[in-house]
């Protein structure tokens, strides 16, 4: 019998999860290893910490996905793959054999830069840590009688911005605005520097009008437990330090035989398949192909889930396998709350509440496939 694992439990695993359940090949015994239970639906992450979804309506139920599909389910952490040998390490010591491969296991933010940011820090990513620390926030906001409460966001991407937002609309409920201190640090000369200009000033309107302290051109130095210091020597106070900061992937990868960039991210070709091993495959954001790089974002993430499964299936089948060739433009709906959103598509970009419906249409019919199963 051919054992297929899937490695992580993120955006393209849990739809061709899914699809495997809808339908199996047969003589196949297959596995998911993941460390977490239920996944996040990035899509949600920032409208969740607002307080807009459940964290059942946000995240992605792997232990009902694996029983729907039929599937073996190892609640572990991956920490190394003997590629020669075919075997993968797990934290918990258990090795676990596969004949083929998929790796779906996302990103971190990159802290490696910053001194004192594994000690103080609070990255995006792994999010249950992210949550964890949230709850915190709120708890520590409902039940002492705060002075003050500083948040600095490092990043101004879209997801720093995203986070921005969202804590100031959950917190601004708790807290008179007084009290309530944000601040985003970016590096660049301006937040959201890979969309057009339009969305970049929008957003710094929005971040004005709800009192945000924008700091550009700042690079963070270290992090301390009450303050953030940048390079230019300038030390922001603050009492939480999220980082939102370019994607990393994990340092174990590099000590596996599969072929990385020079970020450690998997390079693959167009069929999903690793550059030199055919029986591995990678998709999202841990993934690098080749010959289309693109943004770090869970649309691409999405869209390589039905093509993972064709290519799974057609490799099984001794079938030739498909290409897939990711968009060029994708459609970015940020969800500002205060129930609007921006959209930016290219050089196009707009705002408005229809926007904010919008996503909530797409986002909700994505979890349904889901939740309905
Ligand atoms: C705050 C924030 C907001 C964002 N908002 C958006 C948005 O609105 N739209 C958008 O398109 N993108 C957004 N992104 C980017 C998006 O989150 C990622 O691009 C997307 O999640 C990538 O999907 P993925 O499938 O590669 O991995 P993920 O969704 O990160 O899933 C990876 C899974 O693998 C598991 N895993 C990780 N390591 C291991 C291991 N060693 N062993 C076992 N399991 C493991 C993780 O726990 C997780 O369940 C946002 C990012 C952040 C930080």
Redesign the pocket.
Same mark, same amino acid.
């Given at each position: 019998m051919t054992d297929l694992v899937f490695? !992580? $439990? $993120?955006? &393209?695993h849990a739809i061709a999860l899914k699809l495997w359940g809808k339908k199996p090949l047969l003589g196949i015994n297959i596995t998911l290893?993941?460390? #977490?239970k239920n996944?996040p639906y &990035? !899509?949600m /992450? %920032?409208a969740y910490l607002a307080g807009y979804y459940s964290y059942q309506e946000s995240h992605i139920n792997l232990e009902k996905l694996c029983q729907f599909a039929r599937i073996n389910l190892i609640i572990d *952490?991956?920490i190394n793959i003997d590629c020669q040998n075919k075997k993968i390490m797990c934290k918990s010591g258990e090795k676990v054999n596969f004949d083929l491969l998929s790796i779906?296991? $996302?990103s971190n933010p990159k802290i490696s830069n910053i001194e004192g940011a594994n000690l103080y820090g609070i990255p @995006?990513?792994?999010v249950p840590f992210l949550l964890e620390k949230w709850q915190e926030i709120i708890k520590n906001s409902q039940e002492n009688n705060l002075e003050n409460l500083i948040l600095t966001f490092i990043g101004g991407g @879209? $997801?720093g911005v *995203? /986070?921005a937002i969202n804590t100031h609309k959950r917190l601004t409920k708790i807290l008179s605005p007084e009290k309530l201190t944000i601040n985003l640090i970016h590096k660049g000369n301006r937040i959201l520097g890979n969309h057009n200009e339009w969305v970049s000033y929008k957003l710094m309107d929005i971040l004005i009008n709800k009192n945000i302290n924008i700091y550009l051109n700042s690079t963070v130095k270290t992090i301390k437990k009450e303050e953030v210091i940048l390079t230019s020597g300038k030390q922001i106070i603050s009492n939480y330090h999220f980082l #939102?900061t370019e994607a990393s992937a %994990?340092l174990w990868l590099k000590n596996s035989s599969i072929m990385t960039d020079e970020n450690g991210f998997i390079l693959i070709k167009n069929t999903l398949q690793s550059i030199n091993y055919d029986f591995i495959f990678a998709t999202?954001?841990?993934a690098n192909m080749i010959n289309y790089p693109h943004p770090? @974002? !869970? #649309?691409f @993430?999405v869209k390589q889930g039905l093509p993972l499964y064709e290519n799974i299936c057609n490799l099984l089948n001794h079938k030739s396998l498909k290409c897939h060739y990711p968009q060029k433009y994708y459609l970015n709906l940020i969800g500002i709350s205060d129930e609007t959103a921006v959209a930016s598509w290219g050089y196009f970009s707009w705002e408005s509440p229809l926007l904010w419906y919008f996503k909530k249409y797409l986002d909700t019919a994505f979890m349904k496939q889901f939740t309905e199963l």
């Amino acid at each position: 019998m051919t054992d297929l694992v899937f490695i !992580g $439990g $993120g955006h &393209s695993h849990a739809i061709a999860l899914k699809l495997w359940g809808k339908k199996p090949l047969l003589g196949i015994n297959i596995t998911l290893i993941s460390n #977490v239970k239920n996944t996040p639906y &990035s !899509g949600m /992450l %920032p409208a969740y910490l607002a307080g807009y979804y459940s964290y059942q309506e946000s995240h992605i139920n792997l232990e009902k996905l694996c029983q729907f599909a039929r599937i073996n389910l190892i609640i572990d *952490e991956v920490i190394n793959i003997d590629c020669q040998n075919k075997k993968i390490m797990c934290k918990s010591g258990e090795k676990v054999n596969f004949d083929l491969l998929s790796i779906d296991i $996302g990103s971190n933010p990159k802290i490696s830069n910053i001194e004192g940011a594994n000690l103080y820090g609070i990255p @995006a990513k792994p999010v249950p840590f992210l949550l964890e620390k949230w709850q915190e926030i709120i708890k520590n906001s409902q039940e002492n009688n705060l002075e003050n409460l500083i948040l600095t966001f490092i990043g101004g991407g @879209a $997801g720093g911005v *995203e /986070l921005a937002i969202n804590t100031h609309k959950r917190l601004t409920k708790i807290l008179s605005p007084e009290k309530l201190t944000i601040n985003l640090i970016h590096k660049g000369n301006r937040i959201l520097g890979n969309h057009n200009e339009w969305v970049s000033y929008k957003l710094m309107d929005i971040l004005i009008n709800k009192n945000i302290n924008i700091y550009l051109n700042s690079t963070v130095k270290t992090i301390k437990k009450e303050e953030v210091i940048l390079t230019s020597g300038k030390q922001i106070i603050s009492n939480y330090h999220f980082l #939102v900061t370019e994607a990393s992937a %994990p340092l174990w990868l590099k000590n596996s035989s599969i072929m990385t960039d020079e970020n450690g991210f998997i390079l693959i070709k167009n069929t999903l398949q690793s550059i030199n091993y055919d029986f591995i495959f990678a998709t999202g954001d841990i993934a690098n192909m080749i010959n289309y790089p693109h943004p770090k @974002a !869970g #649309v691409f @993430a999405v869209k390589q889930g039905l093509p993972l499964y064709e290519n799974i299936c057609n490799l099984l089948n001794h079938k030739s396998l498909k290409c897939h060739y990711p968009q060029k433009y994708y459609l970015n709906l940020i969800g500002i709350s205060d129930e609007t959103a921006v959209a930016s598509w290219g050089y196009f970009s707009w705002e408005s509440p229809l926007l904010w419906y919008f996503k909530k249409y797409l986002d909700t019919a994505f979890m349904k496939q889901f939740t309905e199963l």
